[in-house]
């Protein structure tokens, strides 16, 4: 306004000329002042930009809206780990002196529709963490928000492929803090005792499942409980490795196609005839193959191999040190012959679209995924830090164990978060449940798995 003004104002003293009393010099004189106006007005519209947020150049930070920087206002912030809700509360109240977080235990998977229902309401979180693949419903929702002047930082700390489930048209929603997918577990002393029985011509980890089934044939005893080889096996996140070695790609080569769900390819009914292959060897019920029968078991020092994720590695070392024994990992072996890719899976934190402090909400979320965190998340809890450079986190580099999945994310592929992932995954643990029970052939699976998803699709449910 105050330009236009200026502007109208020169316009006038130059068409009404010296008679007006516009000379030359008061005209110079109200040039300056109007780009004096101007240069004023470009600071302050650079110190308020992205929504009238302040951010500080030097410290590289939106500054705290002062309801939170003095504590008379408090954040609140969901996260599934009561250690983890502890670790960011003190962390954070020591990093910012005055500041309050108030936590909530409340499940990744379930943040998004809760926020949904309280966050207009004023009771939800200001800060969560969800599977990036839940991004989509979120972004449809409208419950997440931009990071703003933190995406260049974002960018360079974290791995590209963690960095992409969060980019929508340049902007980034949330930070991926944390990376994770399956790989093999072994157990070394127990492959080492097989080998010295010439079970297994060496100790070192199967390079092929085929090799996996043919231990079995010898080493399974099922009225013992005796298995060569645990998984989750009516969990279509595990199970994706069967159709991914067969050619299978879940909505197209980049994962953006809804109109590619393609579980009627042959692709997918070849992997579920390998993946049927495998019943007779881990001869259990898909809803007996849960927590309890493969890690627990596993933990016990009498299973050679187990299918799982980092997120194990804490209950099966416990089993190691109490059975003494020592397991290992490695990246999948190969499936006959043929490469088998995982899903690589982000969590992600989140700022609310509805919180009124979005500028301190975004600098709890960076915190999160701050050296602090990100190495209390990997040495107490043993999640991988979905970071560039692992050198920041003391051991992470020196860990073969954590290497090993990092070698398996190599063969791996982020899971879509376009909102029709949420239909993949009814459709597909259907199919591969009734398989693996035995109440429907590959065929018909696959068949019947893409008129679940499209009837999902019609439906919107």
Avoid at 18 to 45: R, V
């Amino acid at each position: 306004m105050k330009r236009r003004m200026v502007a109208l104002f020169l316009a006038t003293c130059m068409s009404v000329g010296m008679l007006a009393g516009c000379g030359s010099e008061e005209q110079s004189n109200e040039s300056a002042a109007s780009g004096e106006t101007q240069n004023a007005e470009t600071e302050a519209e650079a110190q308020n930009e992205d929504g009238g947020l302040a951010w500080n150049e030097e410290q590289q930070m939106y500054e705290l809206e002062e309801e939170i920087a003095n504590g008379s206002a408090s954040l609140k912030l969901w996260v599934d780990n009561e250690q983890l809700a502890v670790a960011v509360k003190e962390g954070f109240e020591a990093k910012y002196p005055g500041t309050v977080v108030e936590t909530e235990v409340v499940s990744s998977t379930e943040s998004v529709g809760k926020l949904m229902l309280e966050g207009e309401a004023g009771t939800g979180a200001d800060v969560f963490i969800i599977p990036h693949d839940a991004i989509g419903d979120a972004m449809n929702s409208t419950v997440i928000g931009m990071m703003g002047n933190y995406d260049t930082i974002i960018r360079d700390r974290f791995l590209d492929s963690a960095v992409e489930t969060i980019d929508y048209e340049g902007n980034l929603y949330g930070v991926p803090y944390l990376t994770e997918s399956v790989a093999l577990i072994y157990n070394k002393t127990l492959l080492e005792q097989l080998a010295s029985e010439g079970l297994v011509d060496s100790a070192e980890p199967a390079k092929d499942m085929n090799d996996i089934m043919a231990l079995a044939e010898k080493y399974n005893d099922p009225a013992a409980n005796k298995w060569t080889i645990r998984w989750e096996a009516g969990n279509s996140y595990m199970n994706h490795m069967f159709v991914t070695s067969f050619g299978y790609e879940l909505f197209g080569a980049d994962g953006t196609d809804p109109d590619s769900a393609n579980f009627d390819s042959q692709a997918v009914v070849d992997g579920l005839k390998y993946f049927e292959q495998f019943r007779p060897y881990w001869d259990v019920n898909q809803g007996d193959a849960n927590w309890d029968t493969t890690v627990v078991e596993f933990a016990k020092g009498e299973t050679p191999y187990l299918i799982c994720g980092p997120w194990s590695l804490e209950e099966i070392g416990k089993g190691a040190e109490e059975n003494g024994f020592e397991f290992g990992v490695s990246k999948l072996p190969m499936f006959d012959g043929k490469q088998p890719y995982t899903f690589s899976g982000v969590q992600v934190v989140c700022v609310s679209s509805y919180s009124k402090y979005p500028a301190a909400a975004r600098a709890l979320a960076m915190f999160i995924g701050s050296d602090e965190i990100e190495s209390f998340a990997y040495k107490t809890l043993g999640k991988l830090p979905a970071l560039k450079d692992g050198s920041t986190i003391d051991g992470l580099n020196e860990d073969a164990k954590v290497q090993a999945f990092m070698e398996q994310a190599q063969f791996s592929k982020a899971m879509p978060s376009i909102p029709e992932v949420s239909y993949f995954w009814t459709a597909a643990e259907g199919m591969y449940r009734g398989v693996w029970d035995k109440t429907i052939t590959p065929e018909e699976a696959a068949k019947k798995a893409q008129e679940d998803f499209e009837a999902l699709r019609v439906s919107g449910q």
